[in-house]
């Protein structure tokens, strides 16, 4: 295929901008899907996990075909933890398209992104989304990007953006804002064309010797490691011997087994690719993200894929705890370590290493608790059972002074709230560096705050915010290290012994502070069964029932109710625990408990 017939695009965006959503309608809009054809919405997030949280955390690629071009679309995470999958998808493709929410405006992952793929001289197609919502401010948002492209050392070449308005869910597209204003029906065709004119066909050489940049990393059950990415130059064979570069260095030597190429969400099996294509090849079991396939006759490397480096890590260990085994099926050290290892190389934002001085505990180190918790949920999933130890952030040596993580967090409040906000967050070091009111009865801060501050802080934004406050945030780099944060004030009520909670003891341990336990729940010695409403930690018998008398009172012995129990998440779980406290991780259950070694 000539490469002047195809282009290579990625959707970037916020979280929760709409990003799965457009590409569902461009896929639609495009014929892949028969009229009468059930297609599940978010047809592109297609792991359960992206299904039930509602967003994207592995980049996936399909293809539509418009008039005779074929155009490759990847879909990106918008969450700032899975930042490490947009960077790799930027080296696939030649262009980008922008989203930014009509009412919301550009937010953390917004400069992230842009920042990224101005960076790589990317051209941008700029898309103001969701003008059907009813507070919508289109004019406002698009000053926002402009001010944006501005604060980010744009090129001049680069701020003459197209600028489109969209109502994904619709399948509407238009390249005015009067237009969208008087239209009563339309099409994604303004979109279509935009990318046809604005973002340029591959600039690699068909006569070229072979260029093959590995981006992703996927497993086929009939042909094994999958290698994916874009054919940079030349072109490609199956049965063809090829060269694998590593770091710019000959590494070896191989055959391509199998050869795809994408078709709406389908990979297709084809006999030779071509410059300029995103392909998926089978054959090299040695290749890994960053690695170059190359003509064996004139090798040649190209630039790797970097990320940033993760500001968190976590010890995943074996489950120790006395019901350990119970649950799960995957129980052992090596079986940890050999999963964690596999997730280190299909994920190039994670980082696993042994911890020193333990035999079973290995520091997994990613860029965020979301980042870490998705992974903990899948490895539960898979029937792994776990020890899991607090978050840490990653402390650096700049110039001989310890410097820890800093983010921009970037609140959406109603204005009752921002008094509490700011104060708890100043609290955890934040510093306020911008404040503004839209008039519309909820007001927008940005904090400077370090990663340290914000541990165990998002459970505690939403009580304070009656649930009605958005908080978003984007590491920043970092800072000196900013001195002590007060942790978590209340102790814990902790298990002193081994059986089965009883109504009895759970209900008159309910006024020493929130019971996390329910009757007929195992315990054992060191369980934490509730938080205290003091500050240390009190050790309970969660077993104690009532002693039997031969004394008969009138209702002496009518039921008692108990609060329900506070459960948590497993997000939630991973911010609410101490230095001292460790998580019990098991495919049915999250118990928090003391760590084994912990002396009462």
Known sequence: MDPQHIRNVAIIAHVDHGKTTLVDAMLWQSGLFRDNQEVRERVMDSLDLEREKGITIMAKNTTVTYRDLKINIVDTPGHADFGGEVERTLTMVDGVI???????????????????????????????????????????????????FIDLDAEEDQLDFPVLY??????????????????????????????????????????????????????????????IGPLRQGSLKAGQEVALMKDGRLAGR????????????????????????????????????????????????????????????????????????????????????????KEALYN????????????????????????????????????????????????????GKKHEPQELAVIDVPEEFVGVVTEKLSARRGQVVKLANHGSGRVRLEVKVPTRGLIGYRSQFLTDTRGAGLLNTLVIGVTPFLGPIKGRPNGSLVSDRSGSAITYALYHLEPRGTIFASPGDPVYAGLIIGENSRGEDLYVNPCKEKKLTNIRASGSDEALRLTPPRRFSLEEAIEYIREDEVLEVTPQSIRLRKRPDDKR
């Open 166 to 227: 969209t109502n994904a869910k619709a399948g509407l597209a238009f390249t005015s804002l009067e237009e969208a204003n008087q239209a009563e029906s339309g099409s994604l065709e303004p979109l279509f064309e935009a990318i046809v004119s604005r973002i340029p066909a591959p600039a690699g050489s068909p006569e070229s010797p072979a260029r093959f940049l590995v981006t992703t990393l996927d497993w086929s059950d009939y042909v094994g490691r999958l290698l």
């Open 254 to 341: 191989g055959s391509i087994k199998v050869l795809y190429t994408y078709e709406g969400l389908s990979r297709v099996e084809v006999p030779q690719v071509f410059t300029g294509d995103i392909v998926a090849m089978a054959g090299l079991a040695e290749a890994f993200i960053g690695d170059t396939i190359a003509d064996p006759e004139n090798p040649g490397a190209l630039p790797t894929v970097t990320v940033d480096e993760p500001t968190l890590s976590m010890e995943f260990s074996v489950n120790t705890s006395p019901l350990a085994g119970k649950e799960g099926r995957l129980l052992t050290s090596r079986q940890i370590k050999d999963r964690l290892d």
């Open 348 to 399: 190039v934002s994670i980082r696993v290493a042994p911890v020193p001085g333990q035999a079973d505990s290995y520091q997994v180190s990613a860029r965020g608790e979301l980042q870490l918790a998705v992974l903990v949920e899948t490895m539960r999933r898979e029937g792994f059972e776990l020890t899991l130890g607090p978050p840490r952030i990653i402390v650096t040596e700049v110039d």
């Open 98 to 148: 922008l989203l930014v929410d009509s009412s919301e405006g550009p937010l953390p992952q917004t400069r992230f992104v842009l920042q990224k793929a101005l960076g790589r001289g990317l051209p941008i197609i700029a898309v103001i989304n969701k003008i059907d919502r009813p507070d919508r401010r289109p004019a406002e948002v698009l000053d926002e990007l402009y001010s944006l």
